[in-house]
């Protein structure tokens, strides 16, 4: 199957005191003991060199022997961090004192269904002083997967803080998102289901990778997707160096599942084939099959064997794409599949396509922005009643990775997807749900303490209110009194919290033809400096709309290829909301002579100091020098006409330098860059109010050579 990326937008963190204080790893550490861990004295750090030990030089060449045999098998991928751990803790066994080694161990139980032993090797990694900044993101994920979320947070806002400008730019999306996903996580925790989760055991699961359930209509039988070898030599696939996927099936023997063994028929080969989906006649399976890449077939069971699989309908895949998990709709005229084809919201989204009276494919449709993220989704399964669909997502209000969630099509659109809960999801990956004929048992995939070795295939039983609650899992036992379970769950039936909005709306234009541009949309909050939203302008109207609940101040930053950057700031009290802002937003081209208004750039009254609400916009403009690597500009300050002209053309002129000075701090040259104080000769608006000296008081940046 596809690997999973994560998208990295750009943003930049303060250069004040935090980059000013973390020049070097070392100071970095040094803050982290003062700070965060003053109870922690750092261990000596013992090096595999003779100088350690001294009297011991067959133990050593041994140990460091296989530290090394780890760290290939480490890096030839997740196929071979078993092996590489077992190499890992022979070494341990002769030095575990090792700061290296121990950051090492608990990087591999990341990987493992053990991951709740990660957390041990690296703090111990912290203690002994591993020099690089990675443990603590690694620590986070650690206290992330064992349901330690506020210290999770701790780690990643202090990773995030100890990041250089150019780091940030690449990694602060995912750190925000692993923060959003620990704060979704305890408020799903704080509510469980009444559910038992339970492992469909060995009969069924291997110590390989067991995925991807699908039944046939009356439950009796299961298939599904296994890594375990098949044949007598089975092929390993490079990219993740596991065994090549085949399908196998499972019979329900009274309340039991017989052992699992391969699909009968001409289904499994020497390439990939993993179960995709299934008709709701049970006589159509569909697998997504192949080596690079992978497209979608469906094989017919006839005389009690499964066919060849055939390719599907030309509508249904495009070439260079994959297509991994399809379902369809009772009559079989209505199709939902997931597809990273273009025009979707970013890697994989969920797709639909309708069969005419001829039986061809209509042209396929995004299901819209209402389902599909940023982030991937997979792994669908629709209901009985052909408007319940399941799905897994990233995005959404995931507790880590993949979540599984539930939406409904109802009065001509999809609501709003809702997280099926806690113990069901979990900071794992929680993929392929499927739900039995009763509606009182579903399976899934995840990887959990009790697994058998990689991810297994577990059965939910949803309880009734009046039985207690009963979970097998030692991390998933968090309270008694419970609520029934939220899948059954109707709109009707939820709490409607209606919150107080000012709605900014309006076009995106070219500034010189009138003609709308698309263009990304970045929402934040200033003060947390937080990427709140991201989202385009319609395509064939430039159209945006966003809501924006009082007592925040908001930077709006609008971007398009070939444009210059717009910025806005919406400062909203808490009493100022229930309005409607019409503001249509023009955009110059990248030409010599352009200039902008930096619209949130602050400073305080008199002073010539950044204020952190600042750095947002200063995160995209250092991203634009980087992206135009032969712009040069000038950066302007502009005053109103209070005081003095010497004084303020001296305060206009230490604010523009104060810009220059945090682009070249971040890395631009300073031959791309210069600045100039104009006080108040340059008025935009009369000084004769307090709203035209307020937009006076401006720093603009103009292109002098390009």
């Known amino acids: ?13 303060s250069p004040k005191g935090i980059f000013n204080l973390l020049k ?14 003053p109870e922690i004295t750092y261990a000596q750090n013992k090096e595999f060199t003779r100088a350690f030990f001294p009297d011991d030089s067959k133990g050593l060449r041994e140990a460091r022997r296989n530290v090394r045999d780890g760290d290939r098998l480490f890096e030839l991928g997740v196929g071979n961090i078993p092996m590489a751990l077992e190499y890992y803790l022979k070494a341990y066994d002769f030095n575990p004192d090792n700061a290296r080694l121990n950051m090492r161990i608990g990087d591999c139980y990341l990987n493992t269904p053990q991951v709740d032993k990660s957390v041990n090797y690296l703090e111990r990694a912290v203690e002994l002083n591993v020099p690089t900044l990675e443990i603590y993101y690694l620590l986070g ?17 202090f990773y995030r803080q100890s990041l250089t400008p150019q780091e940030a730019i690449q990694q602060r999306a995912i750190i925000d998102r692993r923060i959003a996903e620990c704060n979704h996580a305890k408020s799903l925790v704080k509510e469980p289901l009444r559910v038992f989760i339970d492992n469909m055991g060995g009969a069924v699961n291997s110590e390989f990778d067991d995925y991807s359930p699908v039944l046939s209509p009356d439950g009796g039988v299961m298939y599904f997707t296994s890594r375990r070898p098949l044949g007598r030599n089975p092929r390993i696939d490079r990219n993740d160096h596991k065994y090549f996927e085949n399908i196998f099936m499972t019979r329900k023997v009274g309340e039991q599942w017989s052992t699992a063994e391969p699909i009968v028929g001409k289904i499994n080969s020497r390439t990939h084939e993993a179960t995709a989906g299934i008709l709701p006649d049970g006589q159509t399976l569909y697998v997504y099959r192949g080596d690079k890449g992978g497209d979608l077939f469906e094989s017919t069971f006839d005389k009690g064997s499964w066919g060849k699989p055939q390719k599907l309908p030309r509508a249904l895949r495009s070439r260079g794409t994959q297509e991994t998990s399809i379902v369809f709709t009772s009559d079989g005229n209505r199709v939902y599949f997931v597809s990273d084809r273009p025009g979707g919201f970013g890697g994989k989204d969920i797709w639909t396509a309708s069969r005419n009276e001829r039986g061809r494919w209509s042209e396929p449709v995004n299901l819209g922005s209402t389902v599909n993220t940023e982030y991937d989704e997979e792994s669908l399964y629709l209901a009985p009643d052909d408007v319940t669909l399941y ?11 993949f979540d599984i969630f539930r939406t409904v099509f109802r009065n001509g659109r999809w609501t709003r997807p809702e997280n099926l809960g806690y113990p069901v999801n979990s900071p794992a990956d929680d993929l392929f749900f499927v739900m039995g004929p009763d509606e009182k048992t579903a399976w899934f995939s995840t990887m959990r303490v009790d697994n058998y070795g990689g991810s297994d295939i577990y059965q939910i039983t949803f309880l009734g209110p009046e039985k207690p609650l009963i979970m097998p899992v030692a991390n998933d036992l968090i309270a008694a009194a419970v609520r029934p379970p939220r899948i059954n769950m109707m709109e009707s039936e939820m709490e409607i919290i209606t919150i107080p909005m000012t709605f900014l709306r309006g076009r995106i234009l070219d500034d010189q033809t009138n003609e709308p541009v698309i263009a990304v949309i970045e929402l934040y909050d ?32 609008v971007q398009a290829e070939d444009y210059l950057f717009h910025s806005e700031n919406i400062n909203i009290s808490e009493s100022d909301v229930n309005r409607e802002i019409i503001n249509d937003i023009r955009l110059k081209r990248v030409e010599v002579g352009q200039s902008i208004v930096l619209r949130n750039i602050f400073f305080d009254t008199g002073a010539a100091e950044l204020r952190p609400e600042s750095y947002a916009e200063l995160g995209i403009l250092y991203k634009l020098m980087v992206d135009n690597p032969s712009l040069k500009i000038e950066i302007s300050g502009h005053t109103d006409n209070v005081g003095s002209a010497g004084l303020n ?53 103009e292109i002098i050579e390009k």
């Not at 991201?534 to 007592?551: C, K, Q």
């Open 141 to 157: 994920l650690a206290y992330q997967q064992n349901y330690r979320f506020d210290e999770a947070i701790e780690q990643f806002i």
């Open 391 to 401: 799905f897994s997502s990233q995005g959404h209000n995931s507790m880590g990775g």
């Open 526 to 557: 200033n003060e947390t400096e937080a990427l709140l939203a991201e989202f385009n302008s319609g395509a064939e109207t430039g159209e945006y709309v966003i809501s924006l609940p009082g007592g925040k101040n908001y930077a709006i930053a």
């Open 1 to 13: 199957m596809a690997v999973i990326k994560e998208k990295n937008p750009y943003f930049i963190n």
């Open 649 to 701: 053309q001296r305060l206009s002129e230490r604010r523009a330098r104060a810009v220059v000075d945090f682009l070249i701090e971040r890395g631009i040259d300073r031959e791309r860059l210069t600045y100039k104080g104009y006080g108040f000769e340059r008025p935009i608006a009369s000084n004769e109010t307090a709203e035209g000296r307020q937009m006076n008081r401006r720093t603009e940046f």
């Open 24 to 37: 070097t790893i070392t100071s970095v550490l040094i803050l982290w003991a003062f700070i965060f861990m």
